[in-house]
């Protein structure tokens, strides 16, 4: 049950793989969660499992438009917000030539715009109540060259670039903002990425030192670490949670 102390999170894309797995760890902790996705039915089966501290709202957040008046909704129902995790992300795998003008937009529209303006007003709110933290993902496709990811690359380096700007800008004012760049990770995103391409899972396992995809409860524990107090001087970092991928030979 809530009580006034409950901290309260945000999880957008909550209602499945990396994003359902943050939410879980969060509500295990204690944290009111309040899980933001596309499909009613998807964050409806997620809730089942998580119980009456985890509450779900559906929202398109490729719609920026409709963000304001969203995040204001947040705050009346669910109280000051702590923490927002920005996860909710879509990739596209397509030689680099076949990338329309289109593709390369809807990419960016989420994983980027989307994530700016849910943070500012995200932010509005944080400032009015003393501070909060904001977490970001973005991506091995941010650390090294990846083929045939032309949009998401763009898209998670800019999520890198975005989030020392927020960090630096934010910080003074009691919003620390960080990173986790996740490996590859078991979910639906990954599997249509590789299952059908095996040199390309070859080439992502004979790279990660530890021999194994990871768990999206791996990228949980590091979202929960990061949005806690144990991270309270850590911000503008991006934590790499990849069993070594990102600096495997
Ligand atoms: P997923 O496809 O399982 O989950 C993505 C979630 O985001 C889904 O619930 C989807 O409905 C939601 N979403 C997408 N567009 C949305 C929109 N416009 N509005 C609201 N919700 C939206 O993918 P995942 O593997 O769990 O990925 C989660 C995040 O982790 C993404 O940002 C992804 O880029 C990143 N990531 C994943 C991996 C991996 O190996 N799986 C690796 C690096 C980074």
Redo the contacts with the bound molecule.
């Keep these: 049950m809530k009580t006034s102390t409950t901290k309260t999170v945000v999880v ?10 943050i939410a879980q760890k969060f509500v295990a902790a204690g944290w009111q969660t309040i899980i ?4 009613a039915q ?1 964050l409806a089966a997620a809730k089942e499992g998580m119980g009456e501290l985890c509450q779900t709202i559906s ?5 920026l438009t409709a963000i304001p008046e969203l995040v204001k909704s947040l705050g009346e129902q669910f109280g000051p917000i702590d923490a927002l995790v ?6 596209m795998k397509k030689e680099f030539l076949d990338v329309t003008d289109t593709d390369f937009q809807t990419i960016l ?3 980027v715009s ?1 994530v700016f303006t849910l943070s500012r007003e995200v932010v509005k709110l944080m400032l009015q109540q003393g501070g909060g933290s904001i977490i970001n ?5 941010s650390q090294y060259g990846i083929p045939k990811v032309i949009a ?1 690359t763009a ?2 380096s800019a ?1 890198e670039g975005m989030t020392r700007a927020m960090a630096v800008e934010l910080s003074p004012k009691g919003i620390r903002v960080n990173c ?14 590789l299952n059908n391409d095996p040199e390309r899972k070859a080439k992502v396992m004979g790279r990660t030192p530890m021999g194994v ?2 768990k ?1 409860s791996d ?1 949980g524990e590091a979202a929960l670490f990061l949005a806690s107090d144990a991270a309270g001087y850590i911000t503008g970092v991006v934590l790499p949670v990849d069993g070594g991928n990102s600096i495997g030979f």
């Design positions: 957008t894309g909550g209602g499945s793989g990396i994003g359902l797995a933001v996705g596309r499909d998807k929202a398109d957040l490729s719609d920005n996860n909710a992300g879509i990739n529209t989420t994983n989307a993902i973005s991506s091995m496709a998401y898209s998670k999520i986790i760049a996740p490996g590859f990770i078991a979910t639906d995103m990954s599997a249509k990425a995809m990871g999206p990228i």
